[in-house]
């Protein structure tokens, strides 16, 4: 029976050396992993925070681009409905014209195209020669003269 025990204490002992050194492995390569694993976890945090960040940063930039098109939105509305300088011009030009035509009415065709014709030039010479300063010192007795401070009044503001 000594025998029995002998050869079994000799067999258990490899058996136990062979386990603590394969536990030993198992734990160190346990640990590895949980290292591992911690670290991936920080990198994905990281990494989280700062798409979270860049979103975040997206997002307010988005809409503060929209706030800026609406805005333009607006404004071009609004500068599209005010009349331009050159629509002012060319009403002060008809008023002229009509205003003569309404004086010298024997033939309405023939004398609304002088009439717009003696306007025009009347307009470009106000606008480009001395009668412009003319107008400003001596100023004119008729109700065209109302109309043109009116329309210099508004192309000035």
Do not use: C
Request: hydrophobic share 40%.
């Amino acid at each position: 029976m000594e025998n029995i025990i002998i050869g079994v204490a000799i067999g258990f002992i490899p058996m136990l050396v062979v386990l603590i050194v394969q536990y030993t492995k198992h734990s160190t390569k346990a640990k590895e992993h949980k290292q591992e694993i911690a670290r991936l976890k920080s990198m994905l945090t990281d990494r989280m925070d700062l798409e979270s960040d860049g979103l975040s940063k997206l997002k307010a930039e988005i809409a503060e681009l929209k706030t800026q098109n609406e805005n333009l939105r607006i404004s071009l509305r609004t500068y599209s409905q005010k009349p331009g300088r050159k629509e002012v011009s060319r009403l002060h030009v008809y008023q002229q014209a009509a205003d003569r035509l309404t004086i010298n009415s024997p033939g309405f065709g023939a004398a609304w195209q002088a009439a717009l014709k003696e306007s025009e030039d009347e307009f470009e010479k106000t606008f480009y020669g001395v009668q412009p300063f003319i107008r400003r010192v001596i100023p004119l007795k008729t109700s065209d003269a109302n109309v043109v401070g009116r329309l210099e009044k508004d192309e000035s503001n």
